[in-house]
């Protein structure tokens, strides 16, 4: 069974930061990517970013370019986001999903049936 677990939003500044994580378990590692994603309406989450566990490939969006850093620690089995910059725009539950490697590499992230953790919060006041 797989399990995504986030942690680590919280509420802060515009400016300052956050380091998202995402501890996953119950699949081969090396045949998926981990994605992040964030609510921007109850019906639609925008991928933001996602990395490949087979050669670390890593993906973007426009939105946090520049501004956020994915990352993973395989002994962990846990993959970070660090947000820097943070704007109030940024404001938003953000998720971690098991992610098609394919699509992580082809820039547009697509979870893998409903595998998403249960979300954590973002807050960022002007």
């Known amino acids: 069974e797989v399990q995504l677990v986030e942690s680590g939003g919280g509420l802060v500044q515009a400016g300052e930061s956050l380091r998202l994580s995402c501890a996953a378990s119950g699949f081969t590692a090396h045949d998926y990517a981990i994605g992040w994603f964030r609510e921007i309406s109850e019906s639609e989450r925008e991928g933001i970013s996602c990395?490949?566990?087979?050669?670390?490939?890593?993906f973007y969006a426009d939105s946090v370019k520049g501004r956020f850093t994915i990352s993973s620690d395989n002994t962990k089995s846990t993959t970070y986001l660090q947000m820097n910059s943070l704007k109030p725009e940024d404001t938003a539950v953000y998720y971690c999903?098991?992610?098609?490697?394919?699509?992580?590499?082809?820039?547009?992230?697509?979870?893998?049936?409903?595998?998403w953790g249960q979300g954590t919060r973002v807050t960022v006041s002007s």
């Open positions: 990395i490949s566990s087979r050669d670390g490939t890593t």
């Open positions: 999903g098991l992610v098609y490697l394919a699509s992580c590499m082809r820039s547009s992230p697509v979870v893998v049936g409903t595998n």
